[in-house]
T-cell receptor, first 116, second 112 residues
Framework: SAVISQKPSRDICQRGTSLTIQCQVDSQVTMMFWYRQQPGQSLTLIATANQGSEATYESGFVIDKFPISRPNLTFSTLTVSNMSPEDSSIYLC?????????????FGDGTRLSIL | QKEVEQNSGPLSVPEGAIASLNCTYSDRGSQSFFWYRQYSGKSPELIMFIYSNGDKEDGRFTAQLNKASQYVSLLIRDSQPSDSATYLCAVRSTDSWGKLQFGAGTQVVVTP
């Protein structure tokens, strides 16, 4: 299975600032996914990042707030922009294996974000 | 709205007993189902996936799928304190991109 590395692992940020989270996969994958997990909640998909095209955002998430880059088949970034305390969450990157969308997804260790 | 439903628990299970976790889903066309284990403060870890009706066993874990009833379950045999975690059921969307929809998770507490 793909090994997924995320950084930073945690951060404490001031409101109004932005943070970029990086996700690196140890093999080429077609699709990468970004999730948010708010305290005590399950995972909510923010967007799907496909190399060579714009990310596809889920209802309630917009590109201006969560811009995503996918410059190649092993790397993606998620930026949380103009942060407010409501953005305090765990942000998780996931990917399947190769180009088969039916493969199970595996997760990085997550980025624990706190906004003051 | 496509939904994945789980009992939130906590499900208290004596050590050595069988833990039974249930999950129902609303998208009748779904074909792929996954169980993740999430320890407190950690990210989800894939423990089982199942695509066909019936049972699939892996060590102490058995996943059961009944597409007609839109029901998937996870059995944990010989439960250990290390199995204490939240178990997330995930269903792959029939939309494009293969994205997953997660249930709220069932917290399992294995008591010695």
């Amino acid at each position: 299975s793909a090994v997924i590395s995320q950084k930073p692992s945690r951060d404490i940020c001031q409101r109004g600032t932005s943070l970029t989270i990086q996700c690196q996969v140890d093999s080429q994958v077609t699709m990468m996914f970004w999730y948010r997990q708010q305290p005590g909640q399950s995972l909510t998909l923010i967007a799907t990042a496909n190399q060579g095209s714009e990310a596809t955002y889920e209802s309630g998430f917009v590109i201006d707030k969560f811009p995503i880059s996918r410059p190649n088949l092993t790397f993606s970034t998620l930026t949380v922009s103009n942060m407010s305390p409501e953005d305090s969450s765990i942000y998780l990157c996931s990917a399947g294996q190769g180009s088969d969308s039916n493969q199970p997804q595996h997760f990085g260790d997550g980025t624990r974000l706190s906004i003051l | 709205q496509k939904e994945v439903e789980q009992n939130s628990g906590p499900l208290s299970v004596p050590e050595g007993a069988i833990a039974s976790l249930n999950c129902t889903y609303s998208d009748r066309g779904s074909q792929s189902f996954f169980w993740y284990r999430q320890y407190s403060g950690k990210s989800p870890e894939l423990i089982m996936f199942i695509y066909s009706n019936g049972d699939k066993e892996d060590g102490r874990f058995t996943a059961q799928l009944n597409k007609a009833s839109q029901y998937v379950s996870l059995l944990i045999r010989d439960s250990q304190p290390s199995d204490s975690a939240t178990y997330l059921c995930a269903v792959r969307s029939t939309d494009s991109w293969g994205k997953l929809q997660f249930g709220a998770g069932t917290q399992v507490v294995v008591t010695p």
